[in-house]
């Protein structure tokens, strides 16, 4: 089993800059792809951004140019910097991660999931 902690959630204004942070432990060799999610009150929960193990990159277009996504294997830590910050970006951020080599971006396809952290933006 791998457990996903987030961190790094809070209230910033509008035009301001966050970085969440999720620490995998247990089984974490069986990690390859880490990623992070979002869901806003009354909608699904949307694909941000995923890395893999080695470094490649994916985002969701409308996040790219804004968000970074970034890992440090050593300590088992996936990071998300988000710049340039919208209200629309208030939501709650979920931390992800599956065993396999392939970008997904369906939350279906993650084998393990954090409990989120709140990311609030206002204007």
């Known amino acids: 089993q791998v457990q996903l902690v987030e961190s790094g959630g809070g209230l910033v204004q509008a035009g301001g800059s966050l970085r969440l942070a999720c620490t995998a432990s247990g089984h974490t060799f069986s990690i390859n792809v880490m990623g992070w999610f979002r869901q806003a009150p009354g909608k699904e929960r949307e694909f941000v951004a995923a890395i893999t193990r080695a470094g490649s990159t994916n985002y969701a277009d409308s996040k790219k140019g804004r968000f970074t996504i970034s890992r440090d294997n050593a300590k088992n830590t996936v990071y998300l910097q988000m710049n340039s910050l919208k209200p629309e970006d208030t939501a709650v951020y979920y931390c992800?991660?599956?065993?396999?080599?392939?970008?997904?971006?369906?939350?279906?396809?993650?084998?393990?999931w954090g409990q989120g952290t709140q990311v609030t933006v206002s204007s």
């Open positions: 992800a991660a599956r065993g396999g080599s392939n970008f997904y971006i369906a939350a279906y396809k993650y084998d393990y």
